[in-house]
């Protein structure tokens, strides 16, 4: 079940802080920016956080899941929460860096 953007939405109203937000899609899921920094992954209506330790004491009994097949176990960020959710990106955000810009294939 893909996610809708509804959803995206209801996340992105979740996590407002002082930070610049924004969304995109991929491979029909989505990926959060906070700050230029990919933070959130959205799939199947569920939001993953990476398994860190800065984000284990925010999560003490968070579930765990999968967000897609041969993905890295991740935390299920329980988006319902808006104060644990913010609090979560808040401690992701300064430890994430900002993705380098990928170099594009020579043509042949």
């Not at 893909?2 to 996340?11: C, K, R, S």
């Not at 993953?48 to 284990?56: E, I, N």
């Not at 808006?82 to 020579?106: C, F, H, M, N, W």
Request: hydrophobic content about 45%; glycine content about 6%; aromatic content about 10%.
């Amino acid at each position: 079940m893909a996610t809708g953007e509804d959803f995206v939405l209801f996340v992105i109203d979740q996590v407002q802080g002082p930070w610049e937000l924004r969304y995109r899609k991929m491979f029909g899921e989505y990926l959060v920016y906070v700050n230029d920094k990919p933070i959130l992954l959205i799939c199947d209506n569920t939001v993953f956080v990476k398994m860190l330790p800065q984000v284990a004491q925010l999560l003490p009994d968070a579930e765990t899941g999968f967000p897609y097949e041969g993905a890295k176990e991740h935390y299920v960020l329980p988006i319902d929460d808006s104060e644990i959710a913010q609090a979560v990106v808040g401690a992701l955000e300064p430890i994430t860096d900002v993705p380098k810009p990928r170099k594009k294939a020579a043509k042949k």
